[in-house]
């Protein structure tokens, strides 16, 4: 029996990887020297994931930003914006077409959105009509020869066509992208080729087959595979999926014409009695029994039961042993971890361990002697189950108390709006941003300092506050209308309310990559959830001490928190989800309270937990709708509630957006250029809305006629005194060089725009 992992996390143990590309786009560093470091990186990985017992390592998953855009360069969609010569994109146009180019005429990124389910963004290839692919690019090849040469037993992985068509998205006129197959397939083909005799397995990505799929898309599947498989000559083929079961795609799954299909059984567990039934004979199964997605430890005496049970059907021979998907989405190593309380951290397995436990499992199932380590395993269960620490009797008294009106705001919205636009007096397109100012070098070294007690409370107060005036004033010679603090204190919008909130632990290290070379820390909820004091009131209240105009009050939501945090797997998310709730509107009451008039509730993640299946979304919806609204009706009429949204496909949850009624919501539509209020205007979305109009993702300052193009754009679809005016999302990742033209060209569009109106 083999073990195998699908992928690795892949901006190193230290996050080598961000801090050379961030040098190498600051022209610091050489592309050589950034190419070793990747190497590095990668021999590293595979030593480390070999060490720790895995057979067959994966060779592709590592990745220079993405590795769907890796995959759109590797077969040359390189669109035409980016005047390419001949489809073969250097160093330089893969990272042109990533962020984007800076500078007058600059050029847009490419869009941009989260991978399924996780908080995980890739580039969203685009495809013409006409779109021909070819082999262009080798990278895979020679890091497959990279990796045996280092004397490695190799898998190369990539994303299968399916999905890369599937999420990829037209560039200009709309058409079905899969009728690209036929000039995509010879391109893969001639990569198969090039790689038969190099290694022994391949691995197509094919996530989409834990989407809801219409029957001509999963009779596609089969011949697709069958040509690759008559190309491959003694190359293997494995299938993946993962994100959730089978569903309805697994007929064609246990059918594919290859030699292996890969499966999530942490999410699909449901499929495994069918999938042993049903599953061609020439088919090795590849059991993915260890969560690619949590960091809790594995149940190791249930995933060995599991594959017992496959190999006692299937033979041993047929059955590889693996965790649910890539672990591109938990942290590193546990080992590096040496702040944290023992107790939690004995319930913990991060991806080093992981592989870890696969091996544990494979040895296991082979009547290996793992004795020890199952003992070990058990402990660690019966100590999380029992602690005392899990448990608040508080948190369910108060949740057990909660009322249906405790669901709701006062009045409606036209009742509120009329409240809220006399009192609060702003102009006809409100000018605003999202919450963070550009963090600055001194910022962050202060909060480290802070962190690690090298300074005490009133320096670093007084450094917090220096910057929370700076942004003021920034702001009012802006002449934005509603201001912010800028977020100084925070190093993260999910990890600084965690902080703050009983139940949750942190790492020091155990950051997971959430696009490009930008990584995100989760914090961990281990219980139940509280908040002991207020959080953000002494920030806010400093922050609107020195100007006569609003400033918001900001927070992240219920569902962001849970979103982007690793959960408890031992209660429901929507369980977990309403006591973050309570937490956050105990702190939305005492802002109030201290006279915030305006308060931001970013949930950015909102549309990212929706379940990948139809049939699971609504009841999805109907808790976090209710765990937003919780979190925000306990304020008066004229206490103006604002959300956030980005990287959203909204279509799909537009009549949540409305129902968490929000008095103005602000969202990312400056990338697709205004595209997705298409749903706004189909549903009529009857509350106040900043589509973004500069993006921020990008270092290029937007124009200001272009953003007035873009107010425009909007108008047509939304109401002049529903319409706001900001960027797509929080400034923290620019500079103020950047952002100040920006903002200050933003600020005359909607003057601009304001006059033709009047
Ligand atoms: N208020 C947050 C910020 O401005 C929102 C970030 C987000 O939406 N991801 O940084
Ligand atoms: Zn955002």
Not at 274 to 300: E, P, Q, Y
Not at 363 to 374: F, Y
Not at 412 to 419: G, H, K
Request: charge should be negative.
């Amino acid at each position: 029996m083999q073990t195998h992992t699908l992928g690795y996390p892949r901006i190193g143990s230290n996050r080598e990887l961000k801090q050379k590309l961030e040098a190498y786009w600051r022209g610091d560093v050489s592309a050589d020297d950034l190419a070793i470091t990747a190497q590095k990186i990668r021999l590293n990985h595979w030593n480390i994931q070999a060490g720790a017992g895995v057979d067959l390592l994966p060779v592709g998953d590592f990745s220079y930003y993405d590795h769907m855009l890796d995959n759109a360069v590797r077969f040359g969609a390189i669109p035409e914006r980016y005047n390419v010569e001949n489809g073969q994109a250097s160093l330089d146009d893969y990272f042109r077409m990533a962020r984007g180019e800076a500078g007058e005429n600059g050029i847009p990124a490419m869009e941009m959105t989260k991978w399924f389910d996780t908080n995980y963004h890739y580039i969203v290839p685009e495809f013409k009509k006409d779109q021909s692919f070819r082999l262009a690019d080798d990278s895979l090849i020679r890091q497959v020869e990279e990796a045996a040469f280092a004397g490695h037993k190799v898998k190369a992985v990539l994303p299968g066509p399916l999905t890369f068509l599937m999420l990829g998205k037209c560039a200009d006129e709309q058409f079905d992208k899969l009728n690209l197959l036929q000039n995509l397939i010879p391109a893969y083909v001639e990569l198969i080729e090039k790689l038969s005799g190099k290694c022994s397995w391949i691995q197509f990505d094919e996530p989409v087959l834990a989407l809801d799929l219409d029957e001509e898309v999963k009779r596609l599947f089969g011949p697709v595979y069958r040509t690759f498989k008559e190309a491959s000559s003694n190359l293997r083929i494995l299938v993946a999926t993962y994100f959730g079961g089978l569903g309805n795609n697994l007929d064609v799954a246990a059918h594919l014409p290859v030699d292996g299909l890969h499966v999530d059984l942490v999410r699909g567990y449901q499929d495994l009695g069918l999938l042993l039934k049903t599953i061609n004979s020439d088919l090795s199964l590849s059991l993915g029994v260890v969560d690619g997605r949590n960091i809790w430890r594995a149940d190791l005496e249930k995933a060995i039961s599991t594959v017992k049970s496959a190999c006692s059907v299937l033979g041993s021979d047929r059955v590889f042993v693996a965790p649910s998907c890539s672990l591109l989405h938990v942290p590193f190593d546990l080992d590096l971890e040496t702040k944290l309380d023992d107790e939690i951290k004995s319930w913990m397995a991060f991806a080093k361990q992981k592989c870890s436990e696969v091996r544990i499992i494979a040895d296991a199932v082979s009547g290996l002697d793992v004795s020890t380590e199952l003992a070990e395993n058990r402990a660690a269960f019966e100590s999380r189950k029992n602690s005392s620490r899990v448990h608040n009797l508080k948190v369910s008294q108060q949740l057990a108390g909660l009322k249906p009106e405790d669901f709701h705001r006062k009045s409606s919205y036209p009742v509120r709006a009329e409240i809220q636009h006399t009192s609060l007096g702003f102009p006809l397109l409100p000018t605003t941003t999202i919450g963070s100012f550009p963090q600055t070098s001194e910022v962050r070294a202060k909060r480290s300092a802070y962190r690690n007690n090298r300074i005490d409370q009133p320096e670093y107060k007084a450094a917090m506050y220096k910057y929370i005036e700076d942004c003021i004033r920034r702001q009012e010679d802006m002449g934005l209308d509603v201001l912010v603090h800028g977020e100084p204190e925070r190093n993260d919008m999910v990890e600084y309310f965690g902080e703050n909130f009983e139940g949750y632990c942190f790492t020091s290290n155990g950051w997971v990559q959430s696009y490009g070379s930008r990584c995100v820390k989760p914090p961990i909820i281990f219980g139940d959830i509280s908040r002991p004091v207020p959080i953000t009131l002494d920030w806010i209240n400093y922050a609107q001490s020195l100007s006569d105009k609003e400033v918001k009050g900001m927070l992240t939501g219920p569902v962001t928190i849970l979103c982007w945090s690793f959960v408890r797997d031992d209660q429901p998310r929507s369980e977990t989800c309403r006591q973050i709730a309570l937490a956050v509107r105990d702190e939305v009451a005492d802002l109030e309270k201290s006279g915030v008039k305006v308060i931001q509730i970013d949930e950015p993640a909102l549309r990212e937990g929706l379940p990948l299946r139809k049939s699971e979304q609504k009841e999805y919806l109907r808790w976090a709708e209710e765990a937003f609204r919780l979190s925000s009706s306990c304020v008066k009429d004229e206490t103006q509630i604002h959300t956030h949204m980005c990287y959203c496909e909204f279509d799909e949850i537009i009549d949540s957006i409305a129902a968490l009624d929000a008095d103005v919501i602000s969202i990312e539509a400056s990338r697709s250029r205004m595209e997705l209020l298409g749903s706004f205007e189909q549903f009529s979305y009857p509350n106040e809305i900043g589509p973004g109009v500069y993006d921020i993702h990008s270092p290029s300052i937007p124009a200001q006629a272009d953003m007035e193009l873009l107010l425009e754009k909007a108008l047509k679809v939304i109401p002049a005194e529903r319409l706001w005016v900001n960027p797509d999302c929080g400034l923290k990742t620019r500079k103020w060089d950047e952002v100040e033209p920006a903002l200050k060209n933003m600020v005359q569009a909607a003057i601009n725009v304001r006059k033709r109106l009047n």
